[in-house]
Every structure is written in C-alpha cells, then in structure tokens.
C-alpha cells in the first residue's frame, strides 16, 4: 500500500525538494503552504504531468485549528497518515535587544509551536496504525546558536528537544522521530546572503561548499526507509559543525 506523507512548507526550497523526492519514490503527498500559493500551485502541476500524486493545502501550520483542518483533509482523503515532515520555518536576522514580542511569537509559533501541533494531530492516526515516521527539519544553529538569530535558535533547539522526547514516547508504537539540522544550504531563505558573506561561509566549511535542498531530501528518504533510527539530530552541514 502506498505511504502517505504530510509536508508542511512545502511550496518552496527544501520543503520542495522533499516533496519531488518522496513523490518520486510513489508516495503520496500532501504539500502545505501559506502565502506561496503560485509556487504551491506549479508544484503541483509539475508533479501531476510526470503522473505523481499530490495534493496542496494551504494552512498556516502556527495555528492550531489549521493545523487540525490540514491533517482532517488528508485523512478523508487518504485514510491514513504515515509521513509527517515538519519543515515549516521562518527566520530573522536581530539582536537580542530587537526583538520584540511579535517577534517571538511569530517565529516560535512557526518554527516550534506548529510542529508540536502537527504531531498531536496526525499521532492518533499512527498509533492506532502502529506505524509512522516523523522528520522534523531543524538546523545546526539549534545545536551551537548563532549571533543575531537568537529566537531561531531557541526555536530549533525545541525542536530537537520534541525530537528526543517523542521518539522516546512513541517509540513503543513503533513511530520514529528524528530531526534533520541542516546547515547552510541554498533557498530562498539565505538569498539575501551577499556574494562575499558565501565565500566566508565556504572558508569555514571542511568540504569548501554550500549544501544543495538535495542533500536534505536524500536524508529524508533515508529515514523514512530505515526502521531502527530514532530521537537522532542529524547533521548536514559539510563538517561547518562538529559535535
């Protein structure tokens, strides 16, 4: 029977990347965006010509109730959920002394508070099922912190943090959780990172390059064959940090 698998930000750089991989393996997508609808929609269109399934569904995954709309739709329409990739992510470049509460908020609801919903929703579904797999994409700054993205940092932390203690929780109804922390990779996200600032970058990193959206999928296929891993952070940074 064909897998079922939960995307959230999908419509856009690694969570993109993710979905044509899985889609192309023959599992079944649900692909979430919020305000990326025209990429959302071309996602789409572009799996469905190859002969792909996939749906999208706009959600803004920081919010409870759409959290609950998004895995009710998948359910009615599939009868089951046996992926979720917690992927959904923002950030902001400030100090300390900047950040106000929306800020705060915005970025934890996003980054931490959306994933945790996400699990709560779609956990019934794979316990009762004894199966599942849950990824939730961190990054190596939830490992070591980075100057000037403080709450970014503090959010993926707590997503390594649900991680661990999931996988612990839910391990005896054989669900694996596991987070991918990713480091600096090419999207949308780091687009505003000058020419120079990328050549620092390469400089500190031991393999002298950045990461490619297909180096996360790969580990995301990985994890989701694999039956023995779980409440593991794994890093893909090109050895930029070491632990």
């Known amino acids: 029977m064909e897998k079922v698998a939960i995307i959230t930000g999908a419509s856009r750089g690694i969570g993109r990347e993710i979905a044509k991989t899985l889609a192309k393996k023959g599992i079944k997508i649900v692909a979430n965006y919020n305000k990326s609808e025209k990429e ?19 959600a803004d995954v920081s919010k409870k109730a759409e959290c609950k709309d998004l895995a009710k739709y998948t359910l009615e329409k599939y009868k089951k959920i046996d992926i979720l990739i917690n992927n959904a992510g923002i950030d902001k470049y400030q100090l300390i002394t900047e950040v106000s509460q929306e800020d705060w908020n915005e970025i934890i609801n996003t980054n931490l508070y959306s994933a945790f919903c996400m699990c709560q929703e779609v956990l019934q579904n794979m316990i009762h099922n004894k199966n599942g797999c849950i990824i939730n994409i961190s990054s190596m700054w939830g ?12 959010s993926k932390a707590g997503l390594d943090g649900l991680t661990k203690s999931l996988a612990k929780e839910v391990g005896p109804s054989n669900i694996r959780v596991n987070s991918i922390a990713p480091g600096f990779i090419e999207t949308d996200m780091n687009k505003e990172i000058s020419n120079q600032e990328k050549i620092d970058i390469i400089n500190n990193i031991p393999l002298e390059k950045l990461g490619k959206t297909e180096d996360i999928a790969k580990c995301v296929n990985w994890l989701i064959e694999d039956n023995y891993t779980t409440g593991q952070i794994i890093s893909i940074n090109g050895g930029w940090v070491i632990t």
């Open 40 to 58: 959302a929609k071309e996602l789409k269109e572009e799996l469905q010509k190859e002969g792909y399934k996939i749906e999208i569904f706009k």
């Open 143 to 154: 490992i070591v912190g980075a100057s000037t993205e403080i709450v970014y940092s503090i």
